[in-house]
Nanobody, 117 residues
Framework: QVEFVESGGGLVQPGGSLRLSCAAS????????MGWYRQAPGKQRELVAQ???????IYTESMRGRLTISKDNDKSTVHLQINNLKSEDTGVYYC???????????WGQGTQVTVSS
């Protein structure tokens, strides 16, 4: 069953910013590290940011410095701030527990981010 609902994507010009949100199942949110994935057109889903239950964060090297992952424990929500957006950031962004199989039914629909002038 779907455990995550992503939102906040859109069409943005290069250099712009977006804040993505993910509403997670409270049981999963409390128990696991949460992650944001990016799936660029024609490519596999890629983990770009993680936040542990204790609040420690990890970012993919290619986007380091432009991402901030955060969470709201009261709302079981995870956010991803992306700054200085580039065309290669275009894709569908999903949240889930790091290491989740692409075939898992827990994936949500994701939120589309398009960076274009």
């Amino acid at each position: 069953q779907v455990e995550f609902v992503e939102s906040g994507g859109g069409l943005v010009q290069p250099g712009g910013s977006l804040r993505l949100s993910c509403a997670a199942s409270p049981n999963i949110f409390r128990a696991y590290t949460m992650g944001w994935y990016r799936q660029a057109p024609g490519k596999q889903r890629e983990l770009v940011a993680q936040i542990t239950s204790a609040g420690f964060t990890i970012y993919t090297e290619s986007m380091r410095g432009r991402l901030t992952i955060s969470k709201d424990n009261d709302k079981s929500t995870v956010h991803l701030q992306i700054n200085n957006l580039k065309s290669e950031d275009t894709g569908v962004y999903y949240c889930n527990v790091p290491g989740t199989s692409p075939a898992s039914p827990s994936w949500g629909q994701g939120t589309q981010v398009t960076v274009s002038s």
